[in-house]
């Protein structure tokens, strides 16, 4: 074997232990670096597509005024509710101070009522008072002015009384028999100096078989005959 068989054979071992360096532009090692669904593409630039357009100016002022109007109703509901609780809160406070005056109310009526009952208690005492007073004030004795009476009679012989008439305001009528005119006479003139008498007239006279008959019309005098 010559040198350049030996040279041949070395040359073919050593590519034999080369690794293989596939072809690019080979069609089979195409097909085998063809990648698979479960590795990455190295190479391929991952590109989309904008299927929502982006928003003109009109729109963001529109979108902003939304988000405006959004803040501002969230606002109102806000202040409005705290403007409901404020009411129902007043309201609550209101009712209850209402039915303390109403009970403090209460109260003071039935302490009025009470006391207004003792007043016409008393009231009604101080006109039972006053009604007797004025009864007490305005009595006299018919006892004491019949006795009068009759002791001015015991003071003339003969002389005896039929009837005898007294009215509340002391004025007073009699009558009766006499043995005669000068009895009667001196009745009259009796009655009319004395102090118990305020004014006496005779206001008939008339002779009887047994003597005279005689009335009399006077007035006696109050402060003398009251009930002390």
């Known amino acids: 074997m010559n040198n350049q068989e030996v040279k041949n ?11 293989v360096v596939p072809d690019t532009n080979s069609p089979s090692v195409l ?29 963001k002022i529109h979108v902003k005024k939304k ?14 509710s705290a403007i409901a609780l404020g009411i129902v809160g007043f309201n609550i406070l209101s009712k209850t101070q209402l039915n303390f005056k109403k009970s403090t109310l ?15 208690s008393n009231n009604l005492i101080l006109t039972r008072i006053d009604l007797y007073e004025n009864v007490k004030k305005n ?8 006795e009068f009476l009759n002791e001015i ?10 009837n005898i008439v007294i009215s509340e305001d002391l004025t007073f009528e009699l009558s009766g028999n006499g043995p005669d005119f000068e009895q009667i006479s001196r009745l009259w003139y009796l009655f009319g100096i004395n ?7 005779l206001s008939s006279v008339n002779k009887s078989e047994n003597g005279a008959t005689f009335s009399f019309e006077g007035k006696l005098i109050f402060e003398n005959f009251k009930n002390q």
């Open 9 to 19: 054979i070395n040359t073919n071992t050593v590519k034999q232990n080369q690794p």
């Open 153 to 162: 009679a015991g003071k003339v012989s003969g002389i005896t009384y039929r």
């Open 31 to 59: 097909s085998t670096n063809k990648p698979t669904l479960a590795e990455p593409i190295g190479n391929q630039v991952e590109e989309g597509f904008n299927l929502i357009p982006s928003l003109t100016k009109e729109e």
């Open 195 to 201: 102090e118990n008498i305020e004014t006496i007239n």
């Open 139 to 146: 009595a006299f004795s018919h006892k004491e002015i019949i």
């Open 106 to 120: 209460a109260k003071i009526e039935k302490e009025a009522n009470s006391k207004i009952d003792k007043i016409e």
């Open 67 to 80: 988000n405006t109007l959004n803040i501002g109703s969230l606002l109102s509901i806000i202040t409005l």
